[in-house]
């Protein structure tokens, strides 16, 4: 009894994830480059800005700029923003682009290089996507659809760490207890 238990939720662990895979890290390819899995928060009511994050990897061997990027549906305008720390003091500025590095990666995350959405119409509920664009200077303008995250995620979701698949992780699984 013990044995198929274990068996079938490993099976579970293991098989469960896949779909999320699919859904979560979608790949949108335009020229030279690969714009992966644009992701931003989930939002509380009232709130009026969202961050949009994205990873853009560049097979290129010259590099290209992302320029300015757009949601329309669910805000009034977006910026390109780069937050530094200064004597421990962190500031947030609007950039007018930034590079994307010949046969490299430019990743926007959370306290780093993102989009600001501002003037939010309506507040971001986790698990939905709304459509938007890049654009780059040599690429031009890419739709793409951003997948909103938890509040306070760090990075796009992995395979597993959400829905059915998550509460079965026991610490590796070994229930010796149970014979």
Known sequence: MFSTVRILVLAACILLPAPAL?????????????????????????????????????????????????????????????????????????????????????????????????????PLKQGETFPGSLTFEKAGKVAVEFTVEATGATAPAMPGTTGPAAPMDHGGMDHHMHH
């Open 22 to 122: 699919a859904q979560h890290h979608h790949v949108v390819e335009a020229g030279s480059l690969e714009i992966v899995h644009p992701w931003s928060r989930a939002t509380p009511g009232g709130a009026k800005v969202a961050g949009g994050y994205v990873t853009v990897v560049n097979k290129d061997k010259a590099p290209d700029r992302l320029m300015a990027a757009a949601a329309d549906g669910i805000s009034a305008k977006a910026e390109i923003h780069e937050v530094s720390m200064k004597d421990g003091v962190m500031s947030m500025k609007r950039v007018d682009g930034v590079a994307v590095p010949a046969g490299g990666t430019l990743t926007l995350k959370p306290g780093s290089w993102h989009i600001m959405f501002m003037g939010l119409k309506r």
